[in-house]
């Protein structure tokens, strides 16, 4: 059994992820916090064909409980093919108003976070000679946002992770990319005065896509997606 990982999947991008690759017949382990969400998901999935689907409730924020989760997780599943790091938070405050605890707290949901997962299954990949790891950025990977210091901060951080992992994986087998879609149809979007250009959907089927069918040629792409 193919199994994939999915950061943040109780909704939006994450939820459609997850289902995307339960149609594709993978296994499904969601990390993020326990929430009757998550367990919605993890219903849909079985329902959609997954052969197994857990959840590894973590805070991902809390860098010793998303160790312990991953560990957990790698004793479920030694040998995950899929790691999606997507889960994601984007306080809207102007930088003079941005307090240092949310600021700490953005970058470590954005930005360690997928560096912690990654670290978790990178060795058991590397080992077998395959696997993909996909990173969730955002158009605010690429330029500026208004209220959206720390996220922005954090997204440009998870291109240039992606890009230092990716020529570390060089000839290993092991592929990973980011794809960075705009504005999308999610809770995240509400309230921001942007239309949403895209729905999960869109955004779950372009990961699914580089997660497992695009040609190993992609690593360390950031894949724009800026909607119709």
Partial sequence: ??????????????????????????????????SAEQDATLEL??????????????????????????HELLAAFPTPDVLVNNAGTAPRVSLEQTRTEVWDEALAV?????????????????????????????????????????????????????????AD??????????????STATRMLEGSGFPPRMTAEDVAKTIVHYALDAPAAHAGAAIEMFGV
């Fill in 1 to 34: 059994m193919k199994v994939a990982v999915v950061s943040g999947a109780s909704r939006g991008i994450g939820r459609a992820t997850a289902l995307e690759l339960a149609r594709r017949g993978l296994g499904i382990a969601v990390v993020g916090r326990a």
């Fill in 110 to 166: 954005n930005l360690r976070a997928p560096f912690l997962l990654a670290r978790a299954v990178v060795p058991s990949m590397r080992r077998r000679g395959q696997g993909r790891i996909v990173f969730v950025g955002s158009i605010s990977s690429t330029l500026g946002s208004p209220r959206l210091a720390a996220y922005t901060a954090a997204k440009w951080g998870v291109v240039g992770l992606m890009k230092s992992l990716a």
């Fill in 169 to 182: 994986l060089t000839d290993s087998g092991v592929v990973c990319l980011a794809v960075l879609p705009g």
């Fill in 45 to 70: 999935c079985r329902a959609a064909g997954a052969p197994d689907a857990r959840a590894f409730a973590c805070d991902l924020a809390d860098a010793a409980a998303t160790e312990r989760a991953s």
